[in-house]
């Protein structure tokens, strides 16, 4: 589950950049700024929902794994490297073991340090830390890893902010839900961790799975469409597809020994789905401009708490509706 914490413990500049064992090192704005070793000159294109982002300072192999990784969202029109992007992220080499201090057991729920509003934010967590300036639509993204599970899980999580506020600029939000498309339409399934998002992909074995975790919610020509992002998902299966179909219904999920569905509306629904809006909800201005993204999305889309079980009948009284 993921957590995002303001941050508490002293800043630690360049000059001291070596945490002691076992302690936090939360990053000033200078230290992520004097970063300047990428780890090589490759770079790639990302096509997310309507973001594209270029991911550059990349190592050959980075470059490799990541193109094979996310595949289905690259973006292989050949543009000269300068060209215009929404987001440009610098990848750099840090000289550090880890920011927060990881975890020495396994019941932690997941840190991450946050500062900054508007259009300049800090984040950072155990393999990275990032700034990203909104304005400039720049980002730098320092990595103790340079392969491996941090490097991935840093980059993964990094991303997840940046599509999250990104996405909210364009009047769209990201979900933590899954996101099933069958016969064409998409159903968004939400909720908190634990309550069961994994277990309806699996459950739908015939259809597209756009994510089981995370799920772009982006308006469209009528209404609203989903799509999924390259990242995010509980068993780290990228969607088969970047395309975004239309949204039939949103549901919160709960389990339960009956399938039956409750129809939700007003602040009901608001706060329902509002409580599954991750990394946007800590800042004010964005909170607010979420809650209204959410307000409108719940104004066309039919909201339903969905209460489950472990078999396939929930399709049956899904698609009633």
Known sequence: MMSATIQSEPVRGRNDPSPAAGADFNPDDRYIASLDRPFGPNWLDLKIGPIEMRLQGLSFGQAASLRERFRPFLTEVAVARDAAQDLV?????VEVEHFLAFPRGSGETYRMGRRGSGPRLTIWSYEFAGHLDVRNRIATLGLVRDAGHLFDRGVENFLRVLTATFVLERGGLLVHGAGIV?????FV???????????????????????DDLTLILPAARGYCAAGIPFGMAHHRVPQTSAAFPIASVNRLVQ????YVERIAGGRALAELGGSLPFVMQEPGQAAQALETARRVLDVVPARRLHF?????????????
């Open 182 to 186: 069958r016969d064409g339409r998409a």
């Open 256 to 259: 339960s020994t009956d399938v």
């Open 189 to 211: 399934f939400f909720g908190p961790s634990g309550s069961g998002k994994t277990t309806i992909t699996d459950l739908s074995p015939g259809d597209t799975i756009l994510s």
């Open 309 to 321: 079980r472990r078999d396939g009948d929930f399709w049956k009284v899904i698609e009633r509706l």
């Open 89 to 93: 992220i610098n990848f750099r080499s």
